[in-house]
């Protein structure tokens, strides 16, 4: 039974932060109804293979895989682009997929070549730290949007469905913090699941969608083949280092995660090797299936410190049963129409302990001075590009976007330029 509702758990947690975006990449490239169901589903089933693949063999953390922002960020700016650059959205969809086998093979070489390992020293707890505040800054703002239910029902603020969503923040973040173990364990599924229920009583919840199969396998090329475009190398490229980076920070913050529970374990040097290649596969897999591409959740940490659970066996029994829902459209349709603000409600407790973990890796920084320095630049670098308008960048290559409009990875590159030029150059002096 303990086993059962820890697999859940995982499952709900999955579906609820990952369900959003390829809804909102079927709006932004006018999908049909019939071809937003096939987006999610192969996205759910690339995401619970994805899964399983690495924790079995390849990083071996139970770390959940998710649709990459970064991914999402280029799907995004190419659908502003598709009627300039390619003949329509299914074109540019098919370049997309295209992208997605590029960087699958970028991935492969990454791992071949040793550079994942090169990457991976660079993410000191002083890297990985900043890392985490900018990820919660981030997020904070879609997270904060949806409990308030912007965009739910409407373009403004909900009152009922911000009032529903706030007695869910604290109904799951009183429960995290409950010395009864089983109510501790499973914040997050009695979270969903109460608020589910509420949204429903309250008449906020909206339709399951009605199945006209039973069963469905997972479609080959379902908008077409795949387009190998050479201009489209360069952010393939681009792209797949900077999710190294991002797939490398999450392992190391689950790690942590992981020890902080169980203790240390023995040092595994070739974990980031194994995630790049399972990465590639991957990435392939979503080529191939139509799907938005793959990338580890740091958000798994904060989740794995909230419920106390860091086992293997549930999260592996979870991506299964992820791999069988997409299957089936009646269950995929069921937890499509969990309300969102109940999954933002339940996120804003994950990844508020999630600044506590940032904090504990910057105090691992022996240099304070140089710790403070290095912070001030990236955070300064990192959360200013938050604000500026995504529109602000029309006309600039779609990689110099994916960089320059990402908060998060323009913040995490200062980082590490900052962390190594002062360890390299001694440490600042105020003049």
Not at 58 to 75: D, F, R, T
Not at 300 to 307: D, K, L, M, P, Q
């Amino acid at each position: 039974m303990k086993l059962v509702l820890s697999a859940l758990q995982w499952v709900f947690f999955i579906i609820a932060s990952t369900i959003v975006v390829p809804i909102a990449i079927g709006q932004l490239f006018s999908l049909d109804g019939n071809q937003t169901a096939v987006l999610i589903q192969s996205t759910l089933f690339v995401l619970g293979l994805a899964g399983l693949l690495q924790v079995t063999l390849g990083h071996k953390m139970p770390i959940n895989e998710g649709p990459a922002g970064l991914w999402w960020g280029v799907y995004s700016i190419y659908a502003g682009l598709s009627s300039t650059l390619f003949a329509g959205f299914i074109d540019t969809l098919q370049n997309l997929q295209g992208a997605l086998m590029m960087s699958g093979v970028f991935f492969l070489l990454f791992a071949a070549f040793g550079l994942v390992e090169r990457l991976a020293k660079l993410f000191t707890p002083l890297v990985t730290g900043i890392y985490l505040l900018l990820l919660v800054f981030q997020l904070s703002g879609p997270i904060v949007k949806g409990i308030m239910g912007i965009g739910y029902r409407g373009a403004k603020v909900d009152a009922a469905v911000f009032a529903a969503a706030a007695v869910i923040l604290l109904l799951t973040f009183g429960l995290s913090q409950m010395k009864h173990k089983f109510l501790k364990q499973y914040s997050i599924l009695i979270g969903l699941l109460a608020g589910w229920i509420l949204f429903a009583a309250l008449g906020l919840a909206k339709p399951v969608a009605q199945a006209t199969r039973i069963f469905s396998l997972p479609e080959l090329f379902p908008f077409g083949l795949p387009v190998l475009n050479a201009g489209m190398l360069v952010t393939a490229f681009f792209i797949t280092l900077l999710l190294t980076a991002n797939m490398l920070a999450s392992i190391k913050v689950a790690e942590q995660a992981v020890q902080a529970l169980y203790g240390k374990e023995k040092e595994d040097r070739h974990r980031g090797k194994r995630a790049g290649f399972f990465a590639g596969i991957s990435h392939i897999i979503s080529g191939a299936a139509g799907a938005v591409g793959p990338v580890p959740i740091s958000g798994a940490a904060g989740f794995i410190t909230t419920t106390g659970n860091g086992a293997r066996l549930p999260f592996i029994i979870a991506n299964l049963m992820i791999m069988a829902m997409s299957m089936l459209p009646a269950v995929l349709n069921l937890f499509a129409a969990l309300p969102a603000p109940v999954g933002f409600a339940v996120q804003f407790v994950v990844f508020s302990g999630m600044i506590g973990m940032a904090l504990r890796q910057l105090n691992e920084t022996a240099d304070k001075e140089r710790m403070l320095y290095a912070m001030g630049i990236a955070l300064l670098a990192g959360t200013g590009a938050m604000y500026v308008p995504p529109e602000a960048f029309k006309g600039f290559p779609p990689v110099l976007i994916s960089i320059f409009n990402n908060g998060l990875i323009l913040g995490t590159i200062t980082a590490i330029a900052a962390d190594q030029l002062t360890l390299k150059f001694g440490k600042h002096k105020h003049s």
